[in-house]
C-alpha cells in the first residue's frame, strides 16, 4: 500500500470522522425508532441490526476518505484524510464484521426470531437446520470455485481468501445490479408522475381495492388462527396436559373477547385448521410461528391502508383548495409525526407550498435524478472499454497531474452521493418486488425476522456497490486506494473475476428496460403468472367493474366518512368489550349473499356489498368476469383455445358441403328436414370437440 508524507496533522481530519460517525450512529438509532419500539425490542436484535446498518454507513464514509487520502499527497487539495495504519483498521474492521453479519448472523438470528419454540436452545437447533440447506447450497458451489483457484493458483490461504471474498462479491454484485438498475428507473419516474396531484390521487384509488382486500383476507386468517387456539385452550387433558403454560401464553397473545362479533361462514380451508389428537411441540411451534406471522401481517396491512387514507385525504385537499386558494388538512390525529403537529404556515401559504411549489420541486428533481440515473447507466456500459468516457470519473476527480488525480473536499461529498444514490436505488426496489415472502417493514412494528432480512440486504447491497463506483475511477486512482487491497486485488485475482466485474455491470440494461417498458406486466400477462412481480402500472389497471380506481374511489370516501361496515362492526365490539356488562345497543348486519347486496353505505350507485366472510381465495376471484387466481399455465391456456374456438366462425364453403349429407343419430341427428344444421352464431350444434369432453371444453 502506498504510504503518505504527513507534512500537516491529521487531526482535523479524525475529529471531522468522528463527528460523522456519531452522526451517523444518531441516524441509524432514529431509524430503529421509527421502525422497532426500542424499549420492548430484545437486545439480541437491536445490536446486530444496528451494526448491520451503521457499517455500511460508514462504508459509504471511508471510500471518499480512502480516496482523498491515497489518491494525492498534496495536502492543500485534498481533503478529508487519514493516516495509513488508521485508514486500514477501518478498513479491516467495517469489511469484516459487515462480511459475518451478512453471511452468518443476521440469517441465523432471523431463523431464531422465527422459530416459534419456547426454550433458545430449540430456536438454535430450528434456525440451524433452517439455515443448513442455504449453506451446503453455498459451500457446494464454492467447491467448483475452490478447484478452480487451487489448479490456478495452487492450494494456499491466498487461494481460499480470494475465493470466499471473490463469490460473495459475485454474487452480491448480481442481485446489486439487478435491483440498482430497476430502482434508478423507479425513483426519477415516481417523482415526475406524482407531481400531478390528480394522477396521485388515480394511483391511490387504483391500489385501494386490492390493499383493502388484502387487509381482509389477513384479518380473516388471523381470526381463524386464534379459533383454532382458542379451541386448543380448552383442552386440560391428554397430551396437552404437558404444554399448558405454552397453551396459556398463546391464549393472552391472541386476547379474543367474548363479545366480539365473529362470522359463521366457513371458510373452505378449514380443514387444514382442525387441532390434532395429540398435541406435541412441534405443532406448538408451527402454530406460534403461523400466528406470529398473521398478527405481523396484519399489522402490516392495516398500516399500509391507514397510509393509503392519510395520503388520500390530503391530495384531495390539495385538490379541493384549487377554487378558494386555501388549504387546510384538518387536526393531526394522535399518531402523527412530530412535523405534521407543527403548524407555521397559513392555509394561502400552504396552499401555495401543496399546490404550486411542491409540484414543480418534483419534476426538477425527477429530472435531476434522471440525469444521474443516464450518467450511472453510462458509466456501467463504458468502463470496461472506453473508461475514460465515464461521466462519474469526471465529478469526482478535479485534479489531474498527468495519468494521477487528486480527489478535493468537493470530488468527496459528491462521491458520497453517488454511492448514496446507488444505494438508495437498490434499497428502493427491496420494498417494491414482491420475492420477498411477505417481509415489510412497518411502524414501530416490524416483525422481527423482517428487520433481520432488510438490515442484512442493506449490508449486503452496500460493499458490492461501493466498490463498483471505485471501478468507475481511473484504475491508477483506484488501484492505491485500501479498498482495493481489501477486496479489489481479490476479485482481480484471475482473469474469470477480473472480467466478470467489468463486463456484467452491463446487464443493469436488463431491469432498465424492463422497467422503463413494463415488461414485467407484459410477461406476467403472457404466461399467466399470479404473482406480481413488481407494482403494475395504474394505466393498465381497468377503469370499470372490480379492482378498478372507482371501487377504490368509493372504499377510501366510505373509510373516511365512517360509514365502512368493518369499523362500524370495530366500534360497536369495542363498546361492547368496554361496557363491562351493561346493555349496549347492537349493530345488526344482514347476512352476505353471494349475489351482493346494496348498501346504504356505498357512495356509488354501482358498488355492491361484498361478503363479510370470505374464502381463503381473493373474493374478486368470485366475479364471473375474472379468472380464478390458482389456475395454472395449462388451465389458462385450455380456456383462451376454448374461447378462440367458440369465437370461430364456420366457413360458408363447409356449411353448403354439410347441407348434402344426413348425421346418423348417434351423432346427434334427427330426421325433421327443416331443421337447420347451424345454429344462429355460425358454429355447428355438433362439435366434435364435444366428443372429448361433452360440453366442449378443452381437457389436459
Known sequence: MIHISNSSSPVP??????????????????ILRHYLPLRTTPAYLLVPVFFALWLPATIVLLVPIDLASNASTDDETRGIWLPPRALLVSWRI???????????????????????????????????????????????????????????????????KGLILALGY????????????????????????????????????????????????????????????????????????AFLDWIEELSDICNIPESRPRNAIPREDNDSRIIPTVITEKYLADLTRQLNRARHTKSRYIDEWDRLLHDASRTQAILDSAASKKLDFGASSPGSSFWDRITLLTPYTRYLLHYRVIPYSRILLGIFLALASTCIIW??????????????????????????????????????????????????????VK??????????????????????????????????????????????????????????LTPLGKWFDYLFPIFV???????????????????????????????????????????????????????????????????????????????????????????????????????????????????????PED????????HRFKNTFDTMDTPKWLQDIGDGFKKPKWMGGNDEAGESSTNGAGRTDSDIRRWFGGDGRIRL
Request: hydrophobic share 40%; glycine share 6%; aromatic share 12%.
Open 13 to 30: 481530519s479524525e475529529v471531522f470522522a468522528l463527528i460523522a460517525l456519531l452522526v451517523l450512529s444518531l441516524a441509524v438509532l432514529l
Open 94 to 160: 467495517s469489511y469484516w464484521l459487515t462480511f459475518v453479519l451478512t453471511w452468518f448472523i443476521l440469517p441465523i438470528l432471523a431463523e431464531y426470531s422465527d422459530a416459534g419454540y419456547r426454550e433458545p436452545k430449540d430456536r438454535i437447533f430450528y434456525s440451524l437446520r433452517q439455515n443448513a440447506q442455504y449453506y451446503i447450497l453455498v459451500f457446494g458451489s464454492a467447491v467448483l470455485g475452490l478447484v478452480y483457484f487451487f489448479i490456478s493458483y495452487g492450494p494456499s490461504f491466498t487461494s481460499l
Open 170 to 241: 459475485c454474487w452480491c454484485l448480481v442481485l446489486a445490479i439487478y435491483l440498482m438498475g430497476h430502482g434508478l428507473v423507479a425513483i426519477p419516474r415516481n417523482l415526475i408522475r406524482d407531481a400531478s396531484a390528480s394522477h396521485r390521487l388515480r394511483r391511490l384509488q387504483s391500489q385501494a381495492p386490492k390493499l383493502y382486500e388484502k387487509m381482509e383476507d389477513a384479518t380473516l386468517n388471523l381470526e381463524d388462527l386464534e379459533v383454532q387456539v382458542s379451541e386448543l385452550s380448552k383442552r386440560k387433558t391428554g397430551s396437552a396436559r
Open 379 to 432: 458509466s456501467e456500459l463504458v468502463k470496461g472499454v472506453l473508461p475514460s468516457l465515464s461521466v462519474i470519473r469526471f465529478t469526482v476527480v478535479h485534479h489531474w497531474t498527468g495519468d494521477r488525480g487528486r480527489v478535493g473536499f468537493a470530488g468527496q461529498v459528491i462521491a458520497a452521493l453517488w454511492i448514496m444514490y446507488m444505494c438508495a436505488a437498490a434499497l428502493h426496489s427491496v420494498t417494491e
Open 435 to 492: 420475492v420477498w415472502r411477505g417481509r415489510a417493514l412497518v411502524r414501530r412494528n416490524t416483525a422481527h425476522e423482517s428487520a433481520f432480512w432488510y438490515a442484512g440486504q442493506v449490508a449486503r447491497l452496500t460493499v458490492p456497490l461501493s466498490y463498483n463506483f471505485v471501478t468507475f475511477l481511473s484504475r491508477k486512482v483506484y488501484e492505491e486506494t485500501t479498498f482495493y487491497d481489501i477486496l479489489g486485488r481479490y476479485v482481480d
Open 509 to 627: 440494461l436488463v431491469p432498465v428496460l424492463a422497467t422503463l417498458f413494463g415488461l414485467y406486466g407484459k410477461v406476467k400477462r403472457l404466461f399467466g403468472f399470479g404473482v406480481d412481480i413488481v407494482d403494475d402500472d395504474e394505466e393498465s389497471q381497468p377503469s370499470y367493474g372490480t379492482g378498478s380506481w372507482r371501487e377504490g374511489r368509493d372504499l377510501i370516501e366510505r373509510e373516511l366518512n365512517g360509514t365502512s361496515i368493518s369499523r362500524r362492526l370495530d366500534e360497536a365490539a369495542s363498546r361492547s368489550a368496554g361496557s363491562q356488562g351493561r346493555a349496549t345497543p347492537i349493530l345488526t348486519v344482514p347476512a352476505a349473499r353471494r349475489d351482493g347486496a346494496r348498501t346504504p353505505f356505498a357512495t356509488s350507485p354501482s358498488y355492491h356489498d361484498q361478503p363479510t366472510r370470505r374464502t381463503a381465495q381473493s373474493s374478486r376471484s368470485e366475479a364471473p368476469d375474472s379468472e
Open 631 to 638: 389456475d395454472n399455465f395449462f388451465t389458462n391456456l385450455s
